[in-house]
């Protein structure tokens, strides 16, 4: 079967919540989204789509979601490891105002305060029911976030550090898994479907 992940799309900042931050898209990512349907057109036997329950994945899978007809399942666990913070600070602008917790984003290491180990569990546990449920010639679509993209590319390929890949917004990332359980990384953080709406290329 063939597991593709979906990054979410960008999302609005928030800081000073009380609450865990939970941000929609922004307009930005509402454009970003209505590109994914497109970019996913030539995958055959498509059969289910799920989602991380946060509202950044939910809204990008929307789109997909409308053009498939399939609904959109919410699976706790492929939530970000940052869900329970009071804040969201997308990375472009962490970059210039949080720069050594950039720097050890960069660096491929998750935030000091998340248990990484827990994290990486949580994903790899879910990821296994997704790829159990799944008959061999199915594709599954997964809404989900950066951290949860790399830390299951860590699980797959064997690779020393959580964050390896820059996962872009809406990027697509494809597995294969085979009948008798080998794992193949296929594609990581396909763009060339957002690229010209990637923040990085519109201040350029």
């Not at 799944?134 to 997964?142: I, R």
């Not at 820059?166 to 294969?176: A, G, K, Q, V």
Request: with cysteine; aromatic share 6%; glycine share 4%.
């Amino acid at each position: 079967m063939q597991l593709i992940f979906v990054r979410h799309a960008q999302p609005v900042r928030i800081v000073g919540s009380q609450a865990p931050a939970d941000p929609e898209l922004a307009p930005l990512g509402t454009d970003q989204a209505a590109r994914v349907p497109e970019a996913l057109r030539h995958h055959r036997r498509i059969t289910r789509i799920v989602s991380s329950p946060q509202r950044r994945a939910l809204e990008t899978a929307a789109p997909a979601a409308a053009a498939l007809g399939l609904a959109v399942e919410v699976c706790d666990d492929l939530a970000e490891y940052d869900r329970d913070l009071p804040a969201y600070i997308p990375i472009e602008d962490a970059k210039t105002e949080f720069r050594a917790a950039y720097d050890r984003i960069k660096a491929g290491h998750l935030p000091e305060q998340i248990d990484g180990p827990a994290f990486a569990a949580r994903v790899a546990a879910v990821v296994t029911d997704l790829v159990k449920a799944a008959d061999p010639a199915d594709t599954v679509l997964a809404f989900a976030h950066g951290g949860v993209v790399n830390v299951t590319l860590q699980d797959v390929l064997g690779l020393p550090r959580p964050l390896t890949f820059p996962i872009d917004y809406c990027s697509i990332t494809r597995i294969l898994y085979s009948r008798n359980g080998d794992r193949t990384v296929a594609t990581v953080n396909e763009n060339a479907h957002v690229w010209d709406l990637l923040p990085r290329n519109l201040e350029s």
